[in-house]
């Protein structure tokens, strides 16, 4: 298969296919944990749970006091390869035109050379965060194979667009092609593994901010 | 019918709901939560990070409630949870676990593990999987009225002893009383000096309070070793005899847990409302200070500082009120390093101190707090629950530490305006 | 049967003096991106070389690529190619018709066998055994097994004999392939082929090819679509003058915006240009006069396989090439119903475990006996 | 009649520049300081660069206009210019429709296509021959 065939079935089935995978699982797996519900809570309230889910949805961003200095590069890698990761995927042109496409929002882009360097510490940041999970007792203690599915599920795409931009490794077409595909990886793979935080975090962070909130617990 | 792994199983999955599901979701492993953790800061060992404590839980979770989990299972690509994996979770889930609370934190998803974990204690307590001590400690609470084996005589014994010290009449079973008070069992036979204090105050401040002679102890062994029905069965016991006495309060003395299970797990565990409040001893302090009732003189001048109970201020929600009641009679108070909610645990807590197994341990890992004491150079620590009060005097001793631990009722008593 | 004529001949008696045959040379060398002082040396080899005997075959076409050829008057720099091959068959611009002009190209086949070009134009049917399209009742596929064998280098021009261009798009009623799938496939013999493609492609790509054949006497590198590289070894994109523009992230929205006017890049409005190979943005069209970007219009990437296929003219290069809408609704049922059916099942379970608790007493806790 | 005859004319507009002509000033001057030193200059395609309408006004304001400019008819015309800066030339080749088809700054004495070559010069011997012949 040629490179522009590649870009075509990715820009075509490609793109369907994953997009079908994508929210048949999401929606599954948002689905069945929703429906499990949660019994009333008859201890009286000392404070408001809605008010504390929705303080912790946010201020969880943070991290707890102290804790930047006991796992320094759990934090800050964590923060710069998230934070790197959005801003490249929804603030590079190209990528602000396929969501257009798909959702008929469009919004300012970053230039292109500041989107290259965010890239480029994106990627670093996912090198170091996993060495650190290959080399840190508590990381490599608790990960399994699909922690490193996850990680590469993320690196491939910032890395294929980096090669793309800069028309390394082969031709402009084929690693377009390549990168189009790593996305679609990475869509398959949000509600098959860890990757499906991406949305239920927020439910998480909620329920942990209301139980304490009801006692009037701030977390 | 005996406790079996069928049982076990059949646990877990009455536990999972929305909370626990969610949490599950969303773990990234990130490990975080072993940097919450004593038992891994103390210890060095990923086994004690706080998630992993849930495997069990997480597999029943994975295996019945998820499409994908449930198709591994169909395939056969997945186990299901022996015994024996409970028996090498037991002491990760009893023995290295106090409920503490602090590992839902630091968790950058938001996962509410200690939630969970009290959740995974119901499912390994009806597989039968609990350390004896807890077993035990759950056995005399409900067939002699108390963990430690406290019957109601000792308790009149104490009561008697303190009407003589103070010269007050201490009610008991007193119908209309506003406030009825519980206590712990070691509040009868350790430290037994928190009847007259609270005695002393309570008359000074005018409230009218009483004992029962059907629920005096509040202790919860029920929640520690994570059976509700157990749990259940504990707490009715106070509920019907505040019911009985029609009170407006029930005062949640010095213990940490006791205050979880009767302030915030009480009323779900019977089902309804409770028709009373229930009030911790030292918001209760805070209470009458702020309504001008507490009236102290003289001040502890000496360098002291607090030990928060994780129940009490995480899990529970009471920060402010003991640094009020304690500015009030303590001129040179210094707080730890990570105060309140974000507090260390003493590391008894959650039923580890009723455990014989984890004693090692937990004075193992009493080093962080020793750390946070060596800092400050204090040689009085207070305190406003007795199971910390009885683990913070263990580690001291361990580790050979010349500090003194009060507790914070009887410490205002004593500065009571005569 | 002629005697060899050199290049510089046929130049001197046409009057065509040195100066304007290194003016040629330095254009191609341009055109080649080659260094400009090649021009003299070229110009010297070139005149002392024979004419290329060239057959040109046209099959599924629509006579486009052979109008780009052939579409300036002589004697200008682009009908230099004409003077720097000898064209021995080409059914069009032949004179002869009929009987008279296959018989043409038999002779031609025969007195330059093993040294003839053949030029290919348009794709090949092979459905229903190649009858959609016949020259004299006889398939193009059938011409071609009996031509390819003599010739010395296949050059197939355009995107229809590269790639298999406009009748090969989607639903390819009539099986079209194009010649490097007949070689690949074995159904003529191999040869080495250069694919010109475009639709329709840059003529003095076909007289550099040519000329690159006749100075150096190789063919030139290809790429991995089997296009020489030096017109195909950058994309219309890295060698466009609107460039800049998208580095800057300015880009026209529309075909009559401020954007637009300011020569603005056309990646927004479908250009195709960072995906596309060729080498209109250096040696663009009509005598040099401009190139469709420089016109005001995005690429359409012609030169690349399947650009028929690769959705719309004008939507952008990142968008999707069919709409989503309709699976992604699909998708959306679908979930919401087997996580519904999840879901519910995990509730049933969870109440039957429920309704079958028994109540824990102390009494089920045994505690272990010690030894 | 050519495209440049129409009396329509493409207007760069400011907004259209690229700003790309500093280095090939600076390349220039480098091929000069070369020229002087080894007496082997050397050219430069500006076909071959990115280069914007307004960018060629800018280089060709930046280079001015020199002492000779001449006309060649072969092919079309080509037109060879000395810029202001001696030894830099300009050699724009049209086609004979008058649209330039290659454009080159070439550094030299004297750019080559204005030589005579050996080959023409027969041509011319024998033509002169002829006409001298008695008839």
Sequence with gaps: MTGVELLNWARGPGLQIALVVFIVGVAIRFIEMWLLGKSPDFAEARGSAAAGGWRTLFTRSLPMPGALKRAPLVFLGGYVFHIGFFITFLFYAPHILFLRAVTGFSWPALPAYLIDVIGLVSIAALVAVLVHRLTDPVRRFLSRTGDYVAWAATFLPLLTGYFAYHRLVTDYTTMLALHVLSFELLLVLIPLTKLMHTFTFAVSRWYNGAIAGRKGVKV | MGTSLERGIQGFIEQVDRPTASFFESCVRCGMCAHACLFYTETGDPKYTPIYKLEPLRRVWEREYTLFGRIKKWLGLSKPVTEAELKEWEPLVYDSCTLCGRCSLMCPVGNDIVYMVRRAREGMVAAGVAPDGLKQAATRAVKIGSPMGVQLPALKTQIAKAEKETGLAIPFDKEGAEYLMVLSSAEIIEFSEIIPAAARIFHAAGVSWTFSSDAFEATNSGIQIGSSDIATELVSRIVRAAERLKVKYVISPECGHAYTALRWEGPNLIGRPYPFKVIHIVELLDELRAAGRLKTEGMEDEKLTFHDPCQLVRRGGVVEPPRNVLKMVASNFVEMEDPGTLNWCCGGGGGVSSNERADELRLKVFSRKKTQLDQLGVRTLVTACSNCRDMLEDGLEHHRMDIKVVGLTEMVAEHLKQ | MHEPETLGDVLAKRGVSRRGFLKYCATLASLMALPPSVAAQMADKLTRATRQSVIYLSFQECTGCLESLSRTHSPTLEGLLFDLISLDYQETLLAAAGHAAEEARANAMRANSGKFVLMVDGAIPLKDGGVYSTIAGRTNIEILKEAVPHAAAVIAVGTCSSFGGLPHANPNPTGAVSVGTLMEKGLIERKPLINVSGCPPIPVVISGVVAHFLTLGTLPELDGYGRPKVFFGDTIHDRCYRRPFYDQGKFAKTFDDEGARNGWCLYELGCKGPTTYNACATAKWNGGVSFPIESGHGCLGCSEPDFWDAGSFYAPLPAPRAPLSAAAGAAIAVGVAAGAAVGLAGLYKRKKAQQAHTKLTVDDLETEKKP | ?135
Aim: with cysteine; proline share 4%; glycine share 10%.
């Design chain 4, 1 to 135: 009649m050519s495209l440049r005859d129409i009396a329509v004319r493409v207007e760069a507009s400011p907004a259209s520049r690229i700003g790309g002509i500093r280095p090939i000033l600076h390349e220039i001057r480098t091929l000069l300081a070369a020229l002087i030193d080894t007496g082997r200059g050397g050219s430069i395609d500006l076909r071959s660069l990115p280069l914007s309408p307004a960018d060629f006004e800018a280089l060709d304001a930046a280079l001015g206009e020199g002492e000779v400019r001449a006309t060649i008819r072969a092919l079309g015309e080509t037109r060879v210019t000395e810029t202001a800066i001696h030894g830099v030339w300009r050699v724009t080749h049209c086609n004979d429709g008058g649209e330039a088809v290659a454009d080159l700054i070439e550094v030299c004495d004297a750019p080559e296509i204005l030589k005579t070559h050996a080959a023409d010069a027969r041509v011319g011997l024998a033509k002169l021959r002829t006409r001298l012949e008695p008839g």
